[in-house]
């Protein structure tokens, strides 16, 4: 290893080398306050290594993984995330899991996970990354260990995961029995007319299996059952970091493999991309349990982000619009989804999650900042202006007309339509005026503080995303 792909990989060391660290005093103190501190001091210091990282370059390391601007910007969107779950988990925990210490190191791990699986350029660093962070997941699903929906939405999404994962790990072996290679880059000349149907059928394989892990539809029946049934902070990383890092790495290997020169990859992500932008919405507006409600509608914006990554890896596409897009869509889906699973932890004082929409009836009259936040992801979510997610889906339908998707532009705008509907069902319920004999909500100030910090993002990206933009040319344009 070189000097300078050492320096590229500070981020990864400091925290591996942080979680290692954070392993013994754990076992040793056995410190609630021990684990959540130094989970958060370990990942704050590794975004504190992130600028050190990239003045190193775009660096390969043993050609498995590539730190460059695009997987050091991922790196920084998944430890704000784990760093936000981790302060909303704090109060939320004692009142479920009596062994709470573990579960910040878990976070850090998966987060680890989420992190390699954005930078890997191979199929070994891809499946390693995705399992550390995937086996990290199953144990925070089912955290509360003496509660029955975590255990039942954790063994689901253990057993469709590991099918998922296997049916990942045979299209990678077709797709390695024809090129002759782990690399997500290979030389297609190579590759003999009769080979093809059998590294088209792998490439199928992985895209399922992958779409699998993004809950697109038609492989998307586990996600409103695990969202309902896992802990309210774990269900928001898992819909934001999970999803981010299979994302990342599906938009890199598209690019490296050049797959969408095949006409069947192409077209096979227009349908899943169609489906799951009506098919998404159109089950939302049937939810009156707001976890279901928001997956969902989780399923109908990785929809919307299939725009972003045609767009980028089509032949005749625009790639650098298409990678920006993708990762503007990102930040914005983050913070409303953040936001949103964040007003419900908040909330969620008893054993039991404020899972169904009557519990936020009135929430103006009883936690204002808290609805402000819900109000604002809500507003987000449906792309209404002066928010993040205008500015967001702004962009991806930009990206679509630029590359002429028009299929997906016209899928994204009837789902977004759709969607109005019942994101607006959560702000009639959180304005309406509640009943007289309904007392004030007492919440954890941390928590709110959080959600605070993530509406006021959501805001003033909405109203003024020049920096994000920027930050983003100059990240992109390092790496």
Do not use: C
Not at 130 to 148: G, I
Not at 289 to 314: E, P, T
Not at 379 to 392: E, R
């Amino acid at each position: 290893m070189t000097l300078l792909q050492a320096q590229a990989l500070l981020p990864y060391f400091v925290l591996s080398g942080g979680i290692a660290l954070l392993l013994v005093l754990v076992a040793w103190l056995r410190s609630e306050i021990v684990a959540f501190a130094g989970a958060l001091l370990v990942l704050f210091a590794a975004l504190f290594a992130l600028p050190t990282a990239f003045e190193a370059g775009a660096q390969v390391v043993d050609g498995i993984v590539r730190v460059d601007g695009f997987a050091l910007f991922f790196f920084g969107l998944f430890a704000l995330a784990a760093a936000v779950t981790a302060i909303l988990a704090f109060r939320y925990l004692p009142a479920r899991a009596a062994h709470r210490q573990e579960f910040y190191i878990l976070l850090a791990i998966a987060t680890l996970g989420a992190a390699v699986t954005a930078s890997a350029v191979n199929f070994a660093g891809f499946m390693l990354g995705l399992e550390v962070l995937s086996v990290s997941l199953y144990v925070m699903v089912a955290y509360p260990e003496d509660a029955k929906p975590p255990l039942e939405a954790a063994a689901k999404y253990l057993v469709l995961s590991g099918a998922a994962s296997s049916t990942i790990l045979f299209g990678m072996a077709l797709i390695y029995l024809v090129t002759g290679t782990l690399a997500f880059a290979y030389d297609g000349a190579e590759i003999a007319r009769n080979d093809r149907a059998i590294l088209v059928l792998g490439q199928a394989l992985l895209l399922a299996g992958v779409f699998f892990k993004l809950s697109l539809v038609p492989f998307h029946m586990w996600t409103p059952d695990v969202y309902q049934g896992a802990p309210a902070p774990v269900t928001g990383f898992v819909a934001t970091v999970s999803k981010g890092a299979v994302f990342a790495v599906l938009l890199r290997y598209a690019l490296d493999a050049d797959l969408f020169h095949s006409a069947t990859a192409g077209s096979m992500v227009v349908l899943i991309g169609v489906l799951s932008m009506i098919g998404g919405n159109v089950l939302a507006l049937l939810q009156t349990n707001i976890k279901r409600l928001l997956a969902y509608s989780s399923i109908a914006h990785m929809g919307y982000l299939l725009i972003a990554l045609l767009v980028a890896g089509a032949p005749d596409g625009n790639r650098d619009l298409g990678v920006e897009t993708a990762l503007v869509y990102l930040v914005g889906y983050f913070a409303m989804t953040l936001a949103a699973f964040g007003v419900v932890t908040a909330l969620s004082r008893t054993v039991e999650d404020a899972e169904e929409l009557g519990a936020y009836t009135g929430l103006l009259w009883r936690q204002p900042v808290l609805a402000a936040v819900l109000v604002a992801a809500a507003l987000s979510l449906a792309g209404i202006p002066l928010t993040v997610g205008f500015i967001v889906k702004f962009y991806v339908v930009a990206a679509g007309v630029e590359g002429a998707a028009w299929t997906l532009v016209w899928a994204l705008i009837v789902g977004s339509a759709i969607g109005v509907y019942y994101y607006l069902r959560i702000v009639f319920a959180v304005i309406k005026r509640p009943t007289p004999d309904v007392a004030a909500t007492r919440t954890a100030w941390e928590g709110v503080l959080a959600t605070a910090a993530l509406g006021v993002a959501m805001v003033a990206l909405g109203v003024h995303p020049t920096p994000l933009l920027e930050l983003l040319k100059a990240m992109l344009g390092g790496g």
